[in-house]
């Protein structure tokens, strides 16, 4: 009750940067400053696919400005930051991409509800209302893990079938969305359900914050 109490108090109060500091006016979010920096790549190597060929949209490193938003957006519960970094993703994405889908990365629901929101949620769904597509939650995470930040990179293969898809897919292009991509098993277990339900290779885009 009292982390909810203080998420509406949050508009109300003064408010600093929380990727640079500053003193925010009336900007949601991120000052202009930071939000001019927020410039998307697009990227053709990556541990997502062994194709060198576009197919993840990043702002950049997990560092400096990125680095404090996506920690503020995941445990800090500044969701407006969802807004500005979800819009410079989505302008980022090619046009020849013709995504037809959203789709964030799930949290297990004890997570989900420990925490009041999926960070990833919020970002494919400003993404999507950029694109003018739905955001579909077409996966579930079916089990429980340890925040991946404390594991070591060789514990994280534990999150092997731990994704499930439980709707019906759509034909076409989806873009699957997180906050950070590190090692890349995350997305990598999100991709491997997708493929099991049908989705071809070439029909899966990424996009993340940063890495």
Known sequence: ??????NWLRPLLPRACPGCGQQLGRETGLCVRCCAGLRPHLERHSVLTPDITPHLVTLGRYDAVLRRSVRALKFSGVRDLAGPLGLALAQGVPAGWQVRAVVPVPLHPRRERERGYNQAELLARSIAA???V??????SRTRYTAAQSRRHAAQRQHLTGAFQVTRAVPPGTLLLVDDVLTTGYTLQACRDALLDAGVSPANLKYAVVAR
């Open 134 to 139: 739905p955001c579909l939650p077409l996966l």
């Open 1 to 6: 009750m009292l982390k909810r109490g203080l």
């Open 130 to 132: 950029e694109l003018q």
